[in-house]
């Protein structure tokens, strides 16, 4: 009288999660690994750095020979003009500079600009996005120097510095 019916097992809920749950992981797992390898690198810092045996190596001698020459400056951005001051050291005044800064998230929004000498420094006409930190660097126009800083959100002004310090 009362015979069990003989159900499919794609009718079973429970059947369901067993098969369905691990398909869905790993079909969560591939897109996460193919979203890893798109992103590209996690590296921040924008110098070319060479890998020997899995240590991380990068170019500091624009960083030394600031240093040595004693180099500082004072960074102002403001109305869409970014000036650059010599605070120490001896700058070619003759030469022009290059300035980059870094957005701190999207390498796309970096703003390269090349600073003409005007009066007792460099400047050029750019408006620079005041809402979030940038990541500073200046150099000659030939690559022998470098100073470094960071121009945090709603500031207008920083002081550009070799990134060794005394000790180096």
Known sequence: MNEPTKRSPWGIPVFWLVIGLPLLSIVAGVGLVVIAVRSGGADTVSDPVRRVSQIQ??????????RKLGLSAVLRVEDGIVEVLPATGSFAHDAPLQLVLEHPTRQADDVRLELAPQGPGWRAAQAIDPDHDWVVQLRAADGHWRLQGRLPKQQHAVRLAPSLGEGH
Request: hydrophobic residues 50%.
């Open 57 to 66: 190596t990068a170019d500091l001698g624009p960083d030394a020979a600031a």
